[in-house]
Structure formats: structure tokens, C-alpha cells
């Protein structure tokens, strides 16, 4: 099975309409082996990781503005350097440790206002 059937299959059985809706989701392109998806859930401004496919989740949402996320990407080196991009509050943020601690970029890096969705690429310079 593909990841990320394997993932919407995991998601479809951890929250149950229209109880605990999900805003966005991402799992890493590794998810086979890491075993690792991001949930978020804006009616209780939560961001939740899975190191166990879903099994268990764990808060992750230090240094985020709200927890209400529009937008969550995963690298598609995540397995190798951990980088986790999300869209609180229309304000772009970064993690480059799976997501521990969630920072808004460097002051050098340009902040988008009103940032809705986001996209992975290799091609992504630090």
C-alpha cells in the first residue's frame, strides 16, 4: 500500500466526523519507515505529531501563535533534516527538528502575509 493511502487510511480512523475535525495534515515521505504524520485540530488548537503511525500522538505547537494551522508541509528530505513548515495566523514558521520547536524564520527571511497554503520542493535553498 502507498503512504499516503496508508496515512489517509490512518486519519479516516483517528478522528471521527464531526467530532474532532482535522484543518490539514501532512505525513513524511518516509512514513513507511518513521512512521510519522502531523494532525491538526483547530476547534482545540492543536497541532499533534505520530512517531507510531497514529497509534499515540504528542503535542507540538511551541512557538506557534495560535495553533490554528492553514497550511503544514513536510520535507520531502524530512527523514534526513527534519523540516517541518506551517501557516499559523497567516505567518509562515519552520522547524528544522520534526516539529519539537516550531520558530518563525530569521529576520532575513521574507515573511509573507496571508500565506494559505504551502508546497514542498528539493529545490528549497536554507
Known amino acids: 500500500?502507498?503512504?499516503?493511502?496508508l496515512a489517509a487510511l490512518l486519519l479516516a480512523a483517528l478522528v471521527h466526523a464531526p467530532h474532532d475535525?482535522?484543518?490539514?495534515?501532512a505525513i513524511s515521505p518516509a512514513f513507511v519507515r518513521?512512521?510519522?504524520?502531523?494532525?491538526c485540530q483547530p476547534d482545540f488548537g492543536l497541532v499533534l505529531r505520530s512517531r507510531d503511525a497514529g497509534a499515540t500522538f504528542e503535542t507540538v505547537q511551541s512557538g506557534l501563535d495560535t495553533g490554528y494551522l492553514s497550511a503544514l508541509v513536510v520535507s520531502p528530505d524530512f527523514a534526513n533534516d527534519g523540516l517541518l513548515l506551517a501557516?499559523?495566523?497567516g505567518r509562515l514558521h519552520r522547524s528544522d527538528d520534526s516539529g519539537t520547536r516550531i520558530?518563525?524564520?530569521a529576520p532575513s527571511v521574507p515573511r509573507p502575509a496571508g500565506v494559505l497554503q504551502l508546497a514542498a520542493s528539493?529545490?528549497?535553498t536554507r
Open 1 to 5: 500500500m502507498m503512504p499516503d493511502m
Open 103 to 105: 520558530c518563525r524564520p
Open 21 to 25: 475535525p482535522v484543518a490539514c495534515w
Open 34 to 39: 518513521d512512521r510519522t504524520l502531523y494532525v
Open 87 to 89: 501557516v499559523d495566523a
Open 122 to 124: 528539493r529545490k528549497v
